[in-house]
């Protein structure tokens, strides 16, 4: 089944009992039974709820999994993961990720024994020198957020079975209808629901997605023990968002391009106020070609710096905007700018931001499904804003 096919109807039946095409929200904390374990396979909605189970088929299938787990966000399902984990075992993640993820790993983890290593891969081979016989998980974004470093799944897969160790990938900006990692060699699949998958900027969920049983059966015990679960609702909207996932996505892959691209080739690299620019459809971008490999387009997302390396003119231009709206999060169907420094990896020390190449002065664009021709006017009347005193 291919990908469009599967975005409309995978995970999704008619309602049994109706007919309805639609899923339906089944609002209830719990099930009826005929006596103490005679039940029609559902007892407590945190264990299950049959819009979650149609959730978790669908993203499960869009990710060539066969199992899946939705979580009440994707930081929920991240904490699922190092749960797997004991004291003293190690994480080997990459150093140009959510600041989130940061925080979870150094704030939360760390004191209860685990060792996190933040390592550059944009060399897979660069992970070698922290994996020993602890280490049971490496973690990885690709593209990152919000540097759109590229990782070389397979590679990085490769290394990690030869210590032993599982591998997860947030493929959260690439969104399954870009790249699927379990087919690259990866052990765990984790999205920020959030962002492409619900792709309406109304819902927060996480999700897991696998194809190893005795790791499904973990997870399914994690997460009903723990109780990060999503409402029925929420997994509604999601289900919804799904159906146009491949379309939404196309769309923001071409806008993307587009505003790179805007009349010559490279436009935004050689604007006369920006001083570099991060997109892995650039043939500059260090990792293109593993970019061509390992993904079906380049994605919506793109960051970049000023001339003049300042915050101060850098929020200047965010203020100037009138389409990017400035905001947290990403993926939406409306466009959004953020500034890492100060919103989403705050929580990371400035001098670790400053190591991973995270300067103060860098906007991140979420570049949505509008007009490209509208996108490129509001950039160009945002960065008009400034003046950028440039070298004789």
Known sequence: MKFATKAVHAGVEPDPSTGAIMTPIYQ???YVQASPGNHQGYEYARTQNPTRDALQASIAALENGQFGFCFSSGLGAIDTVIKL???ND???????????????????FEKYGIKFHFVPMDNAENIRTYMNKN??????ETPTNPLLNIIDIQEVANISREFGALLAVDNTFASPYLQTPLDLGADIVMHSVTKYIGGHSDVIMGALV????DLAQQFAFLQ???????????????????????????????????????KIVNYLINHPKIDK???????THPNHDIAKKQMKGFGGMLSFTLKDDSIEQAIRVMESFKLFSLAESLGGVE????????????SIPKAEREKAGLKDSLIRLSIGIEDADDLIADLEQALAQIHISLPN
């Open 210 to 213: 696998m194809n190893k049983e």
């Open 224 to 262: 009903n023990a723990c109780g990060a679960v999503p409402a029925p609702q929420d997994c509604f909207l999601v289900l919804r968002g799904i159906k146009t996932l491949h379309l939404r996505m196309e769309a923001h892959c071409k806008n993307g391009e587009k505003i790179v691209n805007y």
């Open 28 to 30: 209830t904390s719990t």
């Open 335 to 346: 466009s959004l700018c953020g500034h890492p420094a100060t919103m989403t990896h705050a």
């Open 85 to 87: 984990l004991n004291p």
């Open 277 to 283: 620019v991060w997109h892995p459809g650039l043939p």
């Open 135 to 140: 280490t049971k998980l490496v973690w990885i």
């Open 90 to 108: 190690e994480v080997v993640a990459c150093n140009d990720l959510y600041g989130g993820t940061y925080r979870l790993f150094r704030r939360v």
